[in-house]
């Protein structure tokens, strides 16, 4: 009879035990299933993000590489008016050199020679 009531003792004792224990665990599945819809609702707001950013990169791959034909055009622009400009140096610089050292010359000699009449009249 003892047995049989220390049996019954024992058999409470342990549903109580499971009862306490079922507890937390219960919570603990509560926490698992907002974690988990938590994730899903992380995961349904970043896909159209990642999905954008994904356009976003393309559309500026494109802008680059018209911005590249375009720096590209500009550089064989500058190359060509460099080119240019060479040219015209070559070919008209020399000769407005003499001519300006030419006309300063005849300037002096005439400055010269108005300065001896004056000095010379006086």
């Not at 500026?60 to 034909?69: E, F, G, R």
Request: glycine letters at 8%; zero cysteines.
């Amino acid at each position: 009879m003892w047995g049989d009531i220390a049996g019954m003792i024992a058999a409470v004792a342990f549903v109580a035990l499971v009862a306490v224990l079922a507890v937390p665990l219960v919570k603990l599945g509560r926490v698992f299933d907002e974690a988990t819809q938590s994730i899903n609702d992380i995961t349904e707001h970043s896909l159209p993000i990642l999905d954008e950013a994904a356009q976003t990169v393309a559309g500026t791959n494109t802008q680059l590489s018209k911005v590249d034909a375009i720096t590209t055009a500009a550089s064989e622009v500058s190359q060509n008016i460099s080119a240019l400009t060479g040219l015209y140096a070559a070919t008209f610089g020399k000769p407005l050199v003499k001519v300006a050292s030419f006309t300063y010359g005849v300037r002096q000699a005439v400055a010269k020679a108005s300065q001896r009449r004056r000095g010379g009249q006086r």
